[in-house]
């Protein structure tokens, strides 16, 4: 059983894996209170399989799933439950409001933010960084630890700026 990296006290429920700026990954064992303190993640509600969620909605075919078809295709979510795949790119245009639950369970997200070109993936980690850092800053402000946040504050500044956005703290 491995002890959370953040409190060292309850058992740790998730890896939490960051890259720095010199491309060096740290992971760290997180238990739930952390996790959720610091803005993380639902310790609870982690990814479920592809297989495990595509063979529920297999189990689940109803008639308005009948009713719900690709406008180019022609395949309906029905068939798109019991196949497990679509039939063409348009069916996530077609299906958006049924897949997109389903993608996050899959996934935790229904956002792509994984392989791609280099300064893609970079302007990815800058962006999830400066997540982070908002999260940190309201929880410092919370504990009325000022020069803390104050720190914090700069940082996301200087996250914000690498992104290219001009949004300051609140």
């Known amino acids: 059983m491995k002890r959370c990296d953040l409190c060292g006290k309850a058992e740790a429920k998730l890896k939490v894996s960051q890259l720095d700026k010199d491309g060096k990954t740290t992971q760290l064992a997180v238990c739930a209170d952390c996790a959720q303190k610091r803005g993380l993640a639902d310790a609870e ?17 109803d008639d308005t799933d009948q009713k719900i078809a690709c406008p180019r295709c022609g395949m309906t979510f029905a068939e798109f439950k019991r196949l497990g795949r679509v039939g063409c790119a348009e069916c996530y245009v077609a299906f958006h409001e049924q897949l997109e639950p389903v993608i996050r369970r899959i996934h935790g997200a229904a956002q792509h933010v994984g392989r791609s070109v280099r300064e893609g993936r970079k302007g990815a980690h800058v962006k999830m960084n400066a997540d982070r850092l908002k999260g940190a800053l309201a929880s410092a402000i919370k504990n009325e630890d000022y020069e803390k946040a104050a720190a914090l504050r700069d940082q996301l500044r200087q996250a914000e700026a690498e992104c290219g956005k001009d949004a300051a703290p609140q």
């Open 45 to 61: 509600k982690t990814k479920a399989g592809a297989a495990e969620v595509l063979a529920e909605l297999k189990g689940r075919v």
